[in-house]
């Protein structure tokens, strides 16, 4: 984050029904192949953005596109946000790599992610 504790997205995931047809049209659509392709996941870095196709939703039954924005400490970041009334969706857990995830939703239901980088 360059030096400021301001979150910023970095990183949106789309689930997707047909992981293969999404593959390549978002492939199609960035110019680039993916850097990160399994059964489970797809994703495309670039220009400093991140990119993810999930099939199905994923564990967490995503119905929409779902944008994470890094923090320097997710679990300061969670306590904010329910103290602004904010609801924990899912809780802050490890994906690999020393990477924790989190989305909370607000009052209207929107699902918000937090994403930190150990």
């Known amino acids: 984050m360059t030096g400021s504790s301001t979150p910023a997205i970095k990183t949106v995931l789309h689930p997707v029904s047909d992981l293969a047809k999404a593959k390549a049209v978002y492939a199609a659509?960035?110019?680039?192949a993916p850097q990160h392709d399994s059964s489970y996941y797809v994703g495309f870095d670039?220009?400093?953005?991140h990119i993810g196709l999930v099939p199905g939703g994923g564990p967490q039954g995503m119905t929409s596109p779902v944008a994470y924005w890094h923090v320097p400490d997710i679990e300061a970041k969670l306590a904010e946000l329910t103290?602004?009334?904010a609801t924990?969706?899912?809780a802050a857990h490890d994906v690999g790599g020393g990477r924790?995830?989190?989305t909370v939703t607000d009052l209207d239901g929107n699902v918000l992610g937090v994403l930190q980088d150990r």
């Open 100 to 102: 924790l995830v989190a």
């Open 83 to 85: 103290a602004a009334g």
């Open 88 to 90: 924990v969706q899912e």
């Open 29 to 32: 659509l960035l110019g680039i």
């Open 46 to 49: 670039t220009e400093g953005q």
